[in-house]
């Protein structure tokens, strides 16, 4: 599986963006994607996650009610919807997606997979 973001860029505080993680590859295998970020100096963190169906997703209490998270899966693209931006927000954000492969009954392989990122940067 790999990986692209895209979208990321400078914004005053307050502004939006929208980040783009395109998928390729054995797509199929994918379960659960999700957004992190890594601030200078910072440890990476859990930003949002969504299950393949894009039914369940989860958010870190300091973006909740400011980001959304979704999918396409038609174009195996997830999204950040990202509102109300806060300088705190700055900094390089991250898809993941994990997949699971079953290999045999009770035998199964799962793997983490992670883009480059997309440096998001909001100006005060």
């Known amino acids: 599986v790999q990986l692209v973001e895209s979208g990321g860029g400078l914004v005053q505080a307050g502004g939006s963006l929208r980040l783009s993680c395109a998928a390729s590859g054995s797509t199929f295998s994918i379960d659960a994607m999700g957004w992190y970020r890594q601030a200078p100096g910072k440890q990476r963190e859990l930003v949002a996650t969504?299950?393949?169906?894009?039914?369940?997703?989860n958010y870190a209490d300091s973006v909740k009610g400011r980001f959304t998270v979704s999918r396409d899966n038609a174009k195996n693209t997830m999204y950040l919807q990202m509102n109300s931006l806060k300088p705190e927000d700055t900094a390089v954000y991250y898809c993941h997606a994990h997949t699971t492969v079953i290999i045999t009954t009770g035998l199964k392989n799962e793997m983490d997979y992670w883009g480059k990122g997309t440096l998001v940067t909001v100006s005060s």
């Open positions: 969504t299950t393949s169906a894009g039914g369940n997703t």
